[in-house]
């Protein structure tokens, strides 16, 4: 018992005193290196100095103050200043040294900024990548400084790669089974300020998805301090908003503005050009809201050229004819399917073809050219297009070798008598079919409209089918008729245009192919039409009396006739009967087209033709020929619209009259990309507030009224 107790206490201390044994050991710890840094301050300029970039290092204060000085000797003096004390001895430093310098900061800078694009940061910084550029101290009492800045903002984009499919499709040929092709996009958006010291700013914008010149902009802008006579000199574009009812400001002008002071009196000055119109449009309310109502003016000799063809021979023989018991149009006509190809400009391979259009085909032995090539039946002047009409497409459709390399001299050796290359036929290699969105066509009349005028270059083929008196009729190949055949094997189409524009072979006959592009329908540019309000007139400006004439003054008949009259433009009362009234005949479909803003007259060659007919009424034959000669304008359909025009002792005839193009809270403007802030809205003399009383679409033109 007595040893027990004494071993207790023992152990006890033993484990006591193993504790305090460690405790003493971390506590005795004594480090073997000791950390020899010791921070020295600089002695030389920051630039061939080195300095720690550590963050525990405290930054140089912001009274201390940097400046490098050029001189004439192409050194630049670098002073370290506290106030206006010289913290530090100047130091000197070469242009060599300089640039060399300035070249290895923004390489560096650079691939900072792309490693930061690469961590997710943005590698745009909103500070200035690019120096400023100190020069000569003589430019500081100019402008207000002696340095030059350049700050340069935007990005470029561009975008590459591939896009094919194969569709195993047995029903589609196999050459258009497999498609595809490169897609490309770039886009290009720069801006970039430069300065001269405080007082001389230019800014300058570059983007080219823009749709105008007018949107890419440059302004050259000096602005002056407190004390100076000359407060702001701007060159570029600028603009005039003046905030009165006596003299209107003016927006897209470019060209030189100045402003200036003595003592209380302030001058602006500004000589420029401007780069838009401006118009004023009139609306008058009713109890349905505002209606829009907008004059317009057409010459006669601006016919809507490119646009607007006759599928062949057969519908603008009759043409006149089935408009001539207007309002009803008694043609037969009803035209089912229509399929158009062009020369394909866009990246499209789905429709992909080569195609041959021919300028005879499916025509009756009237209206062929070739006349002593083709064998028909004894077919009637008025007999419907068919591609049975003569004897061209079963000898294409005999052809050995149908294929686009074998084609051509297989074409020209068809007929002994010859067949020339664009002028009987035209291959169009590539072609594409228009989607059923790119083009309209008349049903009972038997012509297409295209949604955008044809170049130069272009040449246009059409397939088609329809019905007349109960009879089906089919021009062309239609796709069902080539899917079977190999993929390049050609199409057979009826030619509309070639791609040379000739008005008359070498013999001076008119081809047939320009009596097909109808040059009897005036586009207004707007769409929408409405039928209440709209006004149209025909007149004749003379010069002798400078005044606007709905009837000529000379004849004893045609003076009695309005030429809204003579034109067929007025043969119907408002009630529809067949009495003019003086007023235009809206009959749509047939002399109008509202959705699209089309007029549409009902002669071929309206002051040709029509102004024949009228003359001819005349009773004593020598005024018949000196109307004929003073006021015909055959020149018009005879040759180019670009010839025409040069012709100004006919080109006197006009269309004029106002349209409504929208009600109730929309109003359309005439235009698009209309400039920020030009629009201008009054209500009774009154002006509204934009954004508040009413809300502009400057892009595609249009006025909303958000306060009624």
């Given at each position: 018992?007595?040893l027990l107790?004494?071993?207790?206490?023992?152990?006890a201390?033993?484990?006591?005193?193993?504790?305090?044994?460690?405790?003493?050991?971390?506590?005795?710890?004594?480090?073997?290196?000791?950390?020899?840094?010791r921070?020295?301050?600089?002695?030389?300029?920051?630039?061939?100095?080195?300095s720690?970039?550590?963050p525990?290092f405290?930054?140089?204060?912001?009274?201390?103050?940097l400046?490098v000085?050029?001189?004439?000797?192409?050194?630049?003096?670098?002073?370290?200043?506290?106030?206006?004390?010289n913290?530090?001895s100047?130091?000197y430093?070469?242009?060599?040294?300089?640039?060399?310098?300035?070249?290895?900061?923004?390489l560096?800078?650079?691939?900072?900024?792309?490693?930061r694009?690469?961590?997710g940061?943005?590698?745009v910084?909103?500070?200035?990548?690019?120096?400023?550029?100190?020069?000569?101290?003589?430019?500081?009492?100019?402008?207000?400084?002696?340095?030059?800045?350049?700050?340069?903002r935007g990005?470029?984009?561009?975008?590459?790669?591939?896009?094919?499919?194969?569709?195993?499709?047995?029903?589609?040929?196999?050459?258009?089974?497999?498609?595809?092709?490169f897609?490309?996009?770039?886009?290009?958006?720069?801006?970039?300020?430069?300065?001269?010291?405080?007082?001389?700013?230019?800014?300058?914008?570059f983007?080219?998805?823009?749709?105008?010149?007018?949107?890419?902009?440059?302004?050259?802008?000096?602005?002056?301090?407190?004390?100076?006579?000359?407060?702001?000199?701007e060159?570029?574009?600028?603009?005039?908003?003046?905030?009165?009812?006596?003299?209107?400001?003016?927006?897209?002008?470019?060209?030189?503005?100045?402003?200036?002071?003595?003592?209380?009196?302030?001058v602006?000055?500004?000589?420029?050009?401007?780069?838009?119109?401006?118009?004023?449009?009139?609306?008058?309310?009713s109890?349905?809201?505002?209606?829009?109502?907008?004059?317009f003016e057409i010459?006669?000799?601006?016919?809507d050229?490119?646009?607007?063809?006759?599928?062949?021979?057969?519908?603008?023989?009759n043409?006149?004819?089935?408009?001539?018991?207007?309002p009803?149009?008694?043609?037969?006509?009803n035209?089912?399917?229509?399929?158009v190809y062009l020369?394909n400009?866009?990246?499209?391979?789905?429709t992909?073809?080569?195609?041959?259009?021919?300028?005879?085909?499916?025509?009756?032995?009237?209206?062929?050219?070739?006349?002593?090539n083709?064998?028909?039946?004894?077919l009637?002047?008025?007999?419907?297009?068919?591609?049975?009409?003569?004897?061209?497409?079963?000898?294409?459709?005999?052809?050995?070798?149908?294929?686009?390399?074998?084609?051509?001299?297989q074409?020209?050796?068809?007929y002994?008598?010859g067949?020339?290359n664009g002028?009987?036929?035209?291959?169009?290699?590539?072609a594409?079919?228009l989607?059923?969105?790119?083009f309209?066509?008349?049903?009972?009349?038997?012509?297409i409209?295209?949604?955008?005028?044809?170049?130069?270059?272009?040449?246009?083929?059409?397939?088609?089918e329809?019905t007349?008196n109960?009879?089906?009729?089919k021009?062309g190949?239609l796709?069902?008729?080539?899917s079977?055949?190999?993929?390049?094997?050609?199409?057979?189409?009826?030619?509309?245009?070639?791609?040379?524009?000739?008005?008359?072979?070498?013999?001076?006959?008119?081809?047939?192919?320009w009596?097909?592009?109808m040059?009897?329908i005036?586009?207004?540019?707007?769409?929408?039409?409405?039928?209440?309000?709209?006004?149209?007139?025909?007149?004749?400006?003379?010069?002798?009396?400078g005044?606007d004439?709905?009837?000529l003054?000379?004849?004893?008949?045609?003076?009695t006739?309005?030429?809204?009259?003579a034109?067929?433009l007025?043969r119907?009362?408002?009630?529809?009967?067949?009495?003019?009234?003086?007023?235009?005949?809206?009959?749509?479909?047939?002399?109008?087209?509202?959705?699209t803003g089309?007029?549409v007259?009902p002669?071929?060659e309206?002051?040709?033709?029509?102004?024949?007919?009228?003359?001819?009424?005349?009773?004593?034959?020598?005024?018949?020929?000196?109307?004929?000669?003073?006021?015909?304008?055959?020149?018009?359909?005879h040759?180019?619209?670009?010839?025409?025009?040069?012709?100004?002792?006919?080109?006197?005839?006009?269309?004029t009259?106002?349209?409504?193009?929208?009600?109730?809270k929309?109003i359309?403007?005439?235009?698009?990309?209309?400039?920020?802030?030009?629009?201008?809205?009054?209500?009774?003399g009154?002006?509204l507030?934009?954004?508040?009383?009413?809300?502009?679409?400057?892009?595609?033109?249009?006025?909303t009224?958000?306060?009624?």
């Amino acid at each position: 018992m007595i040893l027990l107790s004494c071993l207790g206490p023992l152990l006890a201390n033993a484990q006591f005193n193993r504790r305090d044994t460690t405790r003493e050991d971390s506590i005795k710890y004594r480090p073997l290196y000791k950390p020899s840094f010791r921070q020295v301050d600089r002695y030389g300029d920051p630039f061939s100095n080195y300095s720690g970039q550590s963050p525990l290092f405290l930054k140089d204060p912001k009274l201390m103050k940097l400046e490098v000085l050029p001189d004439t000797g192409r050194t630049y003096s670098i002073y370290e200043r506290m106030g206006t004390v010289n913290f530090r001895s100047p130091s000197y430093m070469t242009f060599d040294e300089a640039s060399r310098l300035q070249n290895q900061t923004i390489l560096k800078d650079y691939w900072k900024n792309r490693s930061r694009a690469l961590d997710g940061e943005s590698a745009v910084s909103s500070r200035n990548l690019l120096p400023k550029l100190y020069v000569s101290p003589i430019l500081d009492r100019i402008f207000g400084g002696s340095y030059v800045e350049l700050i340069p903002r935007g990005f470029v984009t561009l975008d590459f790669g591939g896009q094919w499919q194969k569709i195993q499709n047995p029903s589609i040929p196999i050459r258009q089974q497999t498609n595809g092709g490169f897609e490309f996009d770039q886009q290009i958006n720069l801006a970039v300020t430069g300065k001269v010291g405080e007082k001389l700013k230019i800014t300058t914008n570059f983007d080219n998805n823009n749709s105008f010149d007018f949107q890419n902009q440059m302004k050259v802008e000096y602005t002056g301090f407190k004390e100076d006579i000359l407060k702001k000199l701007e060159i570029g574009n600028v603009s005039l908003p003046l905030n009165n009812s006596l003299i209107q400001g003016a927006q897209n002008l470019f060209g030189i503005k100045a402003q200036l002071q003595f003592g209380k009196l302030f001058v602006t000055s500004i000589a420029t050009t401007q780069r838009g119109k401006q118009s004023t449009i009139n609306i008058a309310g009713s109890t349905n809201g505002a209606s829009q109502g907008r004059p317009f003016e057409i010459v006669g000799s601006s016919y809507d050229e490119n646009r607007h063809f006759f599928l062949g021979q057969f519908f603008r023989r009759n043409f006149e004819k089935w408009l001539g018991t207007l309002p009803q149009i008694t043609s037969g006509i009803n035209i089912t399917r229509v399929e158009v190809y062009l020369l394909n400009r866009n990246n499209d391979t789905q429709t992909l073809r080569d195609v041959v259009g021919f300028m005879d085909l499916a025509e009756a032995d009237s209206s062929v050219y070739r006349q002593n090539n083709y064998y028909s039946s004894l077919l009637p002047p008025a007999s419907a297009a068919s591609n049975g009409n003569n004897d061209l497409f079963a000898k294409l459709q005999g052809l050995s070798d149908k294929s686009s390399d074998g084609i051509n001299a297989q074409l020209e050796n068809l007929y002994p008598q010859g067949y020339v290359n664009g002028t009987d036929f035209e291959k169009i290699t590539s072609a594409r079919k228009l989607a059923i969105t790119e083009f309209t066509y008349n049903k009972e009349l038997g012509y297409i409209t295209l949604q955008r005028k044809l170049q130069n270059d272009e040449a246009l083929g059409v397939a088609y089918e329809y019905t007349y008196n109960g009879r089906s009729y089919k021009v062309g190949e239609l796709t069902e008729d080539y899917s079977n055949r190999g993929e390049k094997d050609v199409v057979f189409l009826k030619l509309l245009r070639p791609r040379k524009i000739a008005v008359k072979d070498n013999f001076g006959k008119i081809l047939p192919t320009w009596n097909l592009m109808m040059k009897n329908i005036y586009n207004l540019n707007v769409t929408q039409l409405q039928k209440d309000g709209f006004q149209l007139r025909v007149i004749y400006r003379d010069d002798a009396t400078g005044k606007d004439l709905p009837q000529l003054q000379d004849g004893d008949y045609a003076r009695t006739i309005q030429l809204i009259q003579a034109v067929g433009l007025d043969r119907l009362n408002p009630y529809n009967d067949p009495q003019p009234d003086g007023n235009f005949d809206y009959v749509e479909k047939a002399t109008i087209n509202s959705e699209t803003g089309l007029i549409v007259f009902p002669y071929l060659e309206p002051f040709n033709k029509a102004l024949r007919q009228l003359f001819a009424k005349e009773p004593n034959p020598n005024t018949q020929q000196a109307l004929l000669q003073k006021y015909l304008y055959d020149t018009l359909y005879h040759t180019t619209k670009a010839e025409a025009e040069l012709v100004a002792t006919k080109n006197k005839f006009w269309i004029t009259g106002a349209f409504k193009a929208g009600a109730g809270k929309d109003i359309i403007i005439q235009g698009f990309n209309i400039s920020q802030g030009s629009v201008k809205v009054f209500a009774g003399g009154a002006p509204l507030r934009e954004g508040v009383d009413y809300q502009v679409d400057y892009t595609f033109g249009k006025v909303t009224i958000l306060n009624e």
